[in-house]
């Protein structure tokens, strides 16, 4: 084991290992290539990316109507967002400035700004061999996608057994059980699954099948679900029924963890489609309720809202089935990602994961990952010199297990606890 004996060699060791470690990203929106148009890639998704959208309206002239913007074909709208965000806007933002590091990392040299030298470089690429370009280049290990099986078209591809790259893994999203009860109800019995309106027993029954059916098909890294910031449990309704007494049993049986993302607030501006949902407050006892009512359940966590950060971080070191992750959203913010990470590690050491990407486009990964990279080699430094200061003396090696625990290294051992 090689000695670090400086502070200097500290802080260059913390560096190497933050920039050099292997990332798991455990949340995106990315699809396989095999499921056709539902993969996003390339220069026209990164400038339409939702965030964009909402910030383009921000600045755009007041005639520019949401109806005639989403009338606009796909390089007409990157064109509006490139002119108002970009070239007049200055694209400051972290969504702006993210889709020109992105294309930096893919050797397009952005200070051009030359939009069309931009597209030429992804029409002439192949998506299968640029999907394992970019995972290489951001130094992926796997990254997890979101799997609706009520969305038609995702589980008709599910349906047909197309190929999935062993480096894109899959969660069931079940929204519509929670949220949207009679549109999922409708799916399930369209199915073949015995649910009624009103459920019985019988009901929550054909519910579980349904989950481990879609389980067996997907083989899911964990059940995963959105919820808007007033989510409240435990509390007398239906959406508590159906986590007791369908989805929660059902991912035991299965062994999958359930991811909770609370804090949406939907449709805020619907003109906006998916870039119209804000964030609220949630109540984060509806968290550490769930977890104290099902020990033998495992929750993954993320929370919209940046109030709630400390108060989840000291949830997650009363409940050891409880594991938190990533700077979510709103939350995937330089500044913010400082402030979580920095709480985080001094609250529960490397036992969460850091960041998850949230990547709708496949080439967002290079941003994602870089920008959050450069703020925690920052926020690291200062808590190893602060460990420094007691004679501990980290080697290399230790740092570099730190680093990969934060980012795909403490996920994995939740999974295998
Ligand atoms: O519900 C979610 O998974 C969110 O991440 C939404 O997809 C949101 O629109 C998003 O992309 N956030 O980054
Ligand atoms: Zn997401």
Not at 174 to 198: E, N, T
Request: glycine share 6%; hydrophobic share 45%; with cysteine.
């Amino acid at each position: 084991m090689t000695r670090i004996d400086t502070v200097g060699a500290l802080e260059s060791s913390v560096r190497s290992a933050i920039a050099s470690a292997t990332i798991s990203d455990i949340h995106t929106h990315l699809f396989p290539p095999s499921h056709g148009n539902l993969l996003l890639w390339g220069v026209d998704e990164l400038l339409t990316y939702h965030y964009l959208v909402a910030e383009l309206f921000t600045l755009a002239p007041r005639e520019l109507s949401y109806e005639r913007f989403w009338a606009m074909p796909k390089a007409a709208q990157a064109d509006m967002i490139w002119e108002h965000v970009f070239l007049r806007g200055g694209a400051l933002s972290e969504a702006a400035r993210g889709v020109l590091t992105a294309l930096n990392k893919l050797g397009l040299d952005m200070g051009k700004r030359d939009l069309a030298q931009a597209r030429r470089y992804f029409a002439g690429r192949d998506v299968d061999e640029h999907l394992q370009t970019v995972l290489d280049l951001a130094n992926i290990d796997y990254a997890v996608m979101t799997n609706n099986p009520f969305n038609p078209a995702e589980a008709g591809y599910f349906q047909r057994g197309l190929p999935i790259p062993e480096r894109l893994k899959t969660a069931l999203r079940i929204d519509p059980l929670l949220v949207d009860w009679p549109s999922a109800v409708a799916v399930m019995s369209a199915g073949g699954y015995d649910v009624k309106l009103a459920p019985d027993a019988k009901s929550f029954s054909e519910v579980r099948r349904f989950l481990i059916d879609w389980s067996r098909r997907m083989r899911p890294v964990y059940f995963a679900a959105s919820l808007e910031n007033d989510f409240l449990y435990p509390q007398e309704s239906l959406q508590a029924q159906v986590i007791e007494k369908a989805l929660v049993p059902a991912a035991m049986e299965v062994g999958c963890p359930v991811a909770l993302m609370i804090g949406v607030r939907r449709n805020l501006n619907p003109g906006l489609i998916d870039g119209g949902a804000g964030v609220g407050v949630a109540d984060v006892s509806a968290v550490t309720s769930l977890c104290s009512r099902f020990p033998q359940a495992k929750f993954l966590v993320t929370l919209l809202a940046r109030v709630n950060q400390h108060e989840l971080a000291v949830a997650a070191r009363k409940f050891s089935n409880l594991h938190i992750f990533g700077c979510w959203w709103f939350c995937n913010t330089p500044s913010i990602i400082d402030e979580m990470t920095r709480q985080r590690i001094e609250l529960l050491g490397t036992a969460f994961t850091a960041q998850h990407s949230d990547a709708r486009v496949l080439d967002q990964l290079l941003y994602k990952w870089s920008h959050t990279r450069a703020v925690m080699a920052e926020v690291l430094v200062d808590k190893y010199r602060d460990l420094w200061q007691t004679s501990w003396r980290p080697t290399p090696e230790e740092i570099q297990r730190d680093a990969r625990a934060l980012l795909g290294g403490s996920f994995a051992a939740f999974l295998a606890k």
